[in-house]
């Protein structure tokens, strides 16, 4: 494979940008390093010309919206940040299937988009689509398992015209332009598009949601930490999911009746594969114990998830 030369991609990127783009643009911000990374280049090409949209869709991790909202300033990326929660919570009201789940989010997700799109009165929609998404989608292989729904997920009839400056590149090439660009997101674990909505099995409420935000919050602390005190190496991807299947516990000498959350941590390349990962007992044993204990009225147990992909997916749905 040819040596990647992220700053000849950058100045290339930024002259084709610089023609292509003759009018407002927009682009989805998610926080992830490839639309950061496409955004920092198009705003690099154009300015104020584009405008980063983030959607709040009530799913995010635990402090993400002003940690975007943060991180696109440092970056002088003109953004707006809107907040759709509860939008999102009313449109996954009493739906438990993931497929359902994830077409619901995936649909909301493009109205509102498209609504602050025209509002903009953005001519271009700038897209951090990256090789093997389009190769998985073409394949056809992955989208049987799950519908991912930054792929193939938009409506026929869009009058904004795609522009993808990154499609080329492997997510390796993307981390070393983030860390060219000095985007702090380069080396950050991947996020799926739906969010915690996929981290809560059975329905999404509201309440369900704040107790998964603060398990994977606890759960990628930890892990954090450790990896920090070199008592192990950061896994590939990292968090916590809600199993709102009841168990039997004692807390102190009363009768506990709560939910397990599951923990998860995976070794990867690409995503395709992925390998549970050893994770050092004292680390587990530091997640459980926080869990169950500040979370004490909803969680009582907490269990290691250790099975590969295949024949597990990373995600739990
Ligand atoms: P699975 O669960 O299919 O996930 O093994 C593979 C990788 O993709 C992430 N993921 C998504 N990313 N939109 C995304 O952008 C999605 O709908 C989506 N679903 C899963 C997942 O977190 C893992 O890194």
Request: aromatic share 8%; charged share 25%.
């Amino acid at each position: 494979m040819a040596f990647f030369d992220p700053a000849k991609f950058t100045e290339e990127a930024i002259t084709s940008l610089k023609s292509q783009l003759n009018s407002k643009a927009i682009i989805a911000a998610s926080g992830g390093v490839d639309s950061t990374v496409t955004a920092a280049l198009a705003a690099k090409a154009v300015g104020d010309n584009l405008l980063a949209i983030y959607v709040d869709t009530g799913y995010m991790r635990l402090g993400e919206s002003d940690f975007v909202s943060s991180m696109l300033e440092e970056l002088g990326i003109q953004h707006k940040m809107v907040d759709a929660s509860e939008r999102f919570y009313k449109g996954l009201r009493g739906i438990t299937d993931p497929e359902q789940k994830r077409k619901i989010i995936g649909e909301l997700f493009i109205r509102v988009f498209e609504e602050e799109a025209k509002d903009y009165g953005g001519k271009f929609l700038v897209q951090g689509t990256i090789a093997p998404d389009w190769i998985e989608s073409g394949g056809g292989l992955r989208d049987t398992i799950k519908s991912h729904h930054n792929v193939g997920g938009l409506p026929e009839d869009m009058e904004m015209e795609l522009c993808e400056p990154i499609r080329e590149l492997y997510k390796d090439e993307v981390r070393s332009l983030a860390e060219y660009l000095k985007i702090s997101v380069s080396q950050r674990q991947p996020f799926p598009g739906p969010g915690l909505a996929v981290r809560i099995m059975g329905e999404a409420t509201p309440e369900r949601t704040k107790v998964v935000r603060q398990a994977c919050h606890i759960a990628e602390k930890e892990m954090e930490l450790a990896a920090e005190r070199n008592e192990m190496e950061l896994p590939w991807q990292y968090f916590a999911v809600l199993i709102p299947i009841k168990t039997v516990g004692v807390q102190g000498d009363v009768r506990a009746y709560g939910n397990t959350v599951a923990v998860r941590a995976v070794h990867s390349y690409d995503a395709m594969t992925a390998q549970a990962v050893d994770l050092p007992y004292s680390v587990l044993k530091k997640i459980s114990e926080r869990i169950t204990r500040e979370l004490k009225s909803d969680v009582n147990r907490v269990v290691y998830d250790i099975t590969d992909k295949p024949p597990g997916t990373i995600e739990w749905e």
